[in-house]
Each structure stands twice: as C-alpha cells, then as structure tokens.
C-alpha cells in the first residue's frame, strides 16, 4: 500500500513538472514574445520545482480538502488553500533557491524576480507567489479533486 502511494505521487510529481514547464514556455514564448528556449536548469521538458510544489500542496491539503461545510464553510475553504498554497510555493522556492544556489550557484529565476517590487533577495517575490495560489487551487480543485 505504502509503495502503491509513493508510486503515485511520483506519477504525479513528474506530470506536474512536464505541465509546469510548458505552461512557462508558453508563456515566455506567445505571451512575453520570447523566442522558444528550454526554461529549465536540466536537459528535458520538466522543471522539477513544479513537481515539488504540486506534491507538497496534494499531501500537506490533501485531509483538509476532504472536509465537508455549509456553503460559508466551502468559501472560506477556497480562501484558506489559496493562502496555504501561496505560502507552500514561497516555502518551497526559497528552499530550492538555497540549494540550488549551493549546488549550482545561482538560480533560474534570479534575474527575473529583481523587476517584482515585493521580493526577498530575488529568490521569492509576492506576485508570483499569488500566481502560484491561483495554479495551487487548479491543482487541488480541478487536477486533484
């Protein structure tokens, strides 16, 4: 049971990190007009961080999801996974800053997080952190239900 589990997880882990990485290069490329470039630190069509936020979110709100409320309750639910989620991908992005940095000096989006005026050390920044809520409800609402 207890394999069948990580087995899944590890599904999902990669699903979310092939997902992520091509909703940013569809971004970069026909919102920003960028031309077309692998977005990743690694050879493949994933970005791992991706993968580690969406598992992080399944498992840490997975029970919390679950629970069952009147209406106000439903609301407040939506409103309470949006602000755990964001706080989960600033947790999870600064961690992987730190080790990436260490690893690797430096990271992927160090450069782009110095245009967000509400940023720590271009490793988090508040607007994508809030993007990142909006993607962690679609995984918990709609990917993961």
Not at 38 to 57: D, E, H, K, T
Not at 62 to 87: D, E, N, R
Request: glycine share 8%; with cysteine.
């Amino acid at each position: 049971m207890k394999n069948q589990f990580i087995q899944k997880k590890f599904i999902c882990f990669i699903f979310y990190a092939i997902l992520g990485w091509s909703c940013e290069v569809l971004y970069y490329t026909f919102h920003l007009d960028l031309p077309f470039k692998n977005r990743g630190m690694l050879l493949g069509p994933y970005m791992p961080i991706y993968g580690l936020y969406a598992i992080v979110c399944v498992i840490a709100l997975g029970s919390f999801m679950k629970k069952k409320g009147g209406f106000l309750f439903k609301l407040l639910k939506i409103l309470i996974v949006y602000l755990l989620c964001t706080i989960i991908i600033s947790a999870v992005q600064l961690g992987a800053t730190y080790v990436l940095e260490h690893f690797t000096g430096s990271w992927s989006w160090a450069t782009m997080y110095q245009q967000f005026d509400f940023n720590f050390e271009n490793r988090v920044a508040l607007i994508p952190s809030l993007k990142f809520g909006v993607a962690g409800l679609i995984i918990l609402y709609i990917f993961q239900p």
